[in-house]
């Protein structure tokens, strides 16, 4: 029986191992998913237990994205460009890293019919969500981006023709296509709270918001009532962990798989 495990700090909120266990009911795989709370100086020891074979496959989540690129043989271009590590496979007695939130955010917007070649786009906060979210968009062409930060002098890289932005520069933009909120704000418990503030509401087509719990924030629903387009994060967030089960298995799987955890875990989630 396989058995992969999501590595971090703090990990009772998760929804990981529910998302893997379903896939392994779906896709009838028998395998284990293992919740691995560890201190940082318990992760090379880990690490050894991978590359030994006692894991085939680990998810690394905050605070360790970062933390664990020291120890791998391997990073995939698209971890280097983000500058983090979320999927982990050995092979050939050789660990290597990958980012699959990169690729969950690309299918966010593929199953919404988005298309972000030539569009305006809107980026709040500049965290580790944030830069995949921004790769994502450079290499699909978006003709200008904006990411709003509340950090003076950010260190976060964007084009030449992008601009980091305080968030009281909101206000002035226009003609967006798509606003995407990568702050956690509005998020579970605190779910009355918002990113942007009543003057802040500019005009877009489109709205992600990649929390997923609430299903709907004040963030989403304010822009609902405007008839702009909205999405929850729930489907990056299955997404990006399907994109783990395809590298660690070396399969490519459809999105009926997707859509089908979508329903049993917005069962649990939702109720």
């Known amino acids: 029986m396989k058995k992969f495990g999501l590595l971090g700090e703090k990990l009772k909120h998760s929804f990981s191992k529910e ?6 009911g779906l896709t009838n795989k028998k395998a284990s998913y293992d919740i691995l709370e ?5 992760i090379p020891e880990l690490l050894k237990e991978l590359r030994e074979g006692k894991y085939d496959g680990i998810n690394v989540t905050i605070p360790y994205k970062i933390e664990v690129m020291r120890y791998l043989d391997e990073v995939s271009s698209i971890a280097k460009k983000i500058g983090a590590v979320n999927t982990i496979t050995c092979k050939d007695g050789k660990l290597i890293g990958d980012n699959s939130d990169y ?3 690309l299918k966010t917007l593929e199953l919404n019919n988005i298309n972000v070649e030539n569009t305006k786009v809107l980026v709040l906060g500049t965290g580790g969500a944030a830069k995949s979210v921004y790769n994502v968009l450079v290499d699909n062409c978006a003709e200008k981006i904006y990411i709003a930060t509340i ?3 950010d260190s976060f890289e964007v084009r030449q023709k992008d601009r980091l932005i305080h968030y009281s520069e909101i206000r002035n933009l226009k003609s967006l296509d798509l606003i995407v ?4 704000v509005g998020m579970y418990p605190e779910f009355n709270m918002c990113p942007l503030r009543d003057e802040d509401f500019i005009e877009t087509k489109n709205l992600i918001d990649i929390i ?3 299903e709907e924030t004040i963030l989403m629903k304010r822009y609902k009532e405007k008839g702009t387009k909205v ?7 299955i997404s990006q962990g399907i994109k783990s089960e395809e590298i660690w298995n070396d399969e490519k799987y459809d999105t009926e798989i997707l859509e089908e955890i979508q329903k049993h875990l917005s069962k649990k989630l939702y109720k």
């Open 103 to 105: 690729y969950g955010f």
């Open 38 to 42: 560890k201190k940082i100086d318990e």
């Open 19 to 24: 998302i893997h266990e379903i896939f392994f």
């Open 212 to 214: 997923y719990n609430p």
């Open 181 to 184: 909120n990568c702050t956690p």
């Open 231 to 237: 999405e929850n994060g729930l489907m990056m967030l």
């Open 151 to 153: 950090v003076e002098n």
